[in-house]
């Protein structure tokens, strides 16, 4: 089929190589001419596994994938999908200017369009925005009627950063919120060769089951975390516990590793978008504030540590190890290490970080007060204490700290095997 992709960041461009790996016509509707050109080149331009090769092998070889500025052009295709961001707004409810601005150039493209057209919404609404602000929109501009000459249908996206081509080919669940039976069926041909579970819902249902999942997912860290704390203060090893209540098949092991909590830039906003909501609607979700509340003050036990071990943190000299929200990632958004940093700073701290690929973009983010390091060894070299941040396989190595007074985030290192070459101490463990 002729797919169109508007909005090619991480979940665009990813659908958009997935889907023209399934040999579909694709084409990417982006605003940014840079991003434009270097689709068109067939370089990604961004970090995920295995796009750019993706990419090159659509774009130059089977040339079935292309980029292009101009709305206009979506007439072309069958299905349109929305992958535009929906970021926080100040008060931490999303921000829909961008969706709504593409619903818009999208109905005013199929205003000349004689066939049927399916807009899938993949960015992250929530429950209640296809309804009552998307398809006002497509069918104002587009003079079509939703469940007549136009379909619209929700299908939240659950991929993961740094495997999200992965994610994407290998989902566990295809969600499909409908306006209608014609435009489900519809969208649940393109996932024909998925093999997974496919659950057709309404538009509601398939927005509130993507923040669903991030709460969850958030609520399990910040769960692990706080009872880390807890398990501190006993004595006792988080990891050994997590390991043990993870046998459990109704709890898991997944999403147990106890450590500075999560960032990037979906559950922290999902989570937040989600409690905004609730409370836009007369109700308080107290258990989703606590998961923020632990999720905010976690990271900033790093820096009460080395405060306590270093007796104040006024010009003492600290080594940051990593500044990406997680491993195998370059973004830096919402990362807890940025927080705890900007914290040292305040309280005086020198501070030397290094990051095997994210220091770009921590740079643009905290352009002064810190010093940039090579290499991990050159952050600690002269260093009062070390802050690992990012579980990085590089910084696995305890022989890399020895004689240090070493603070992990991430159980990174092995306490018994650190503690025989180390000061060593764990966040919550
Ligand atoms: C997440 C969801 O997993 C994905 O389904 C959704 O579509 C987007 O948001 P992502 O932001 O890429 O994906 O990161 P993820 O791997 O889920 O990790 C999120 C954060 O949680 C990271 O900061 C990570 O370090 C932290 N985390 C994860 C923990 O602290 N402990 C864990 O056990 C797992």
Redesign the pocket.
């Known amino acids: 089929m002729n797919l169109s992709i508007v909005g090619n960041g991480y979940?665009g461009l990813v659908t958009a190589v997935g889907l023209a790996g399934n040999g579909h016509e694709i084409l990417c509707i982006e605003q940014n001419t840079a991003k434009v050109d270097s689709i068109n080149q067939g370089k990604s331009p961004i970090h995920e596994d295995g796009l750019n090769n993706l990419l090159f092998n659509s774009v130059k070889r089977k040339r079935n994938l292309r980029a292009s500025s101009n709305h206009q052009e979506i007439v072309g295709t069958d299905i349109t999908f929305l992958c535009v961001g929906t970021s926080c707004s100040s008060g931490g409810s999303i921000d829909l200017s961008c969706i709504e601005t593409s619903a818009q150039e999208v109905g005013r493209a199929l205003a000349t369009k004689e066939n049927y057209h399916v807009v899938v919404v993949k960015s992250?609404v929530v429950p209640g925005t296809t309804a009552q602000r998307i398809i006002p929109l497509l069918e104002r501009f587009s003079g079509k009627k939703v469940g007549q000459e136009l379909g619209v249908v929700v299908n939240?996206?659950?991929?993961?950063?740094?495997?999200?081509l992965r994610?994407f080919l290998n989902p566990d669940r295809i969600v499909i919120g409908e306006s209608d039976k014609t435009a489900g069926d519809v969208i649940e041909g393109i996932y024909e060769d998925f093999d997974a579970p496919v659950l057709r819902t309404d538009l509601n249902t398939a927005e509130m089951i993507?923040y669903v999942?991030?709460a969850f997912?958030?609520a399990?860290?910040s769960l692990?975390?706080e009872v880390g704390n807890i398990c501190q203060k006993f004595g006792v090893d988080v990891y050994t516990v997590a390991h043990a209540i993870g046998h459990d098949p109704r709890i898991g092991h997944?999403?147990?590793?106890?450590?500075?909590?999560?960032?990037?830039?979906?559950?922290p906003k999902?989570l937040q978008g989600l409690i905004s909501a609730s409370r836009e609607m007369g109700y308080c979700p107290q258990l989703l504030e606590s998961v923020l509340a632990v999720n905010k003050a976690q990271p900033m036990r790093m820096v009460e540590i080395a405060e306590r071990k270093l007796g104040g943190l006024q010009d003492k000299k600290i080594a940051i190890l990593g500044v990406a929200?997680?491993?195998d990632?370059d973004?830096v958004r919402?990362?807890?290490a940025l927080k705890v940093i900007q914290a040292l700073l305040q309280k005086g701290a020198l501070v030397k970080a290094y990051d095997p690929v994210a220091m770009p973009n921590a740079r643009r983010e905290l352009s002064t007060g810190v010093e940039y390091c090579d290499s991990a060894r050159e952050a600690i070299s002269d260093s009062d204490c070390v802050l690992v941040m990012?579980?990085w396989d590089e910084f696995k190595s305890e022989e890399l700290y020895r004689g240090k007074l070493v603070i992990d985030g991430?159980r990174v290192l092995s306490p018994q095997k650190a503690g025989a070459v180390c000061d060593y101490q764990g966040v919550c463990w």
């Open positions: 979940v992250t939240p996206e659950f991929l993961q950063e740094g495997k999200a994610c993507k999942s991030n997912l958030a399990k860290i692990i975390n997944r999403f147990l590793n106890a450590g500075i909590g999560f960032g990037g830039s979906c559950l999902d929200f997680k491993p990632t973004d919402e990362s807890p990012t579980e991430r």
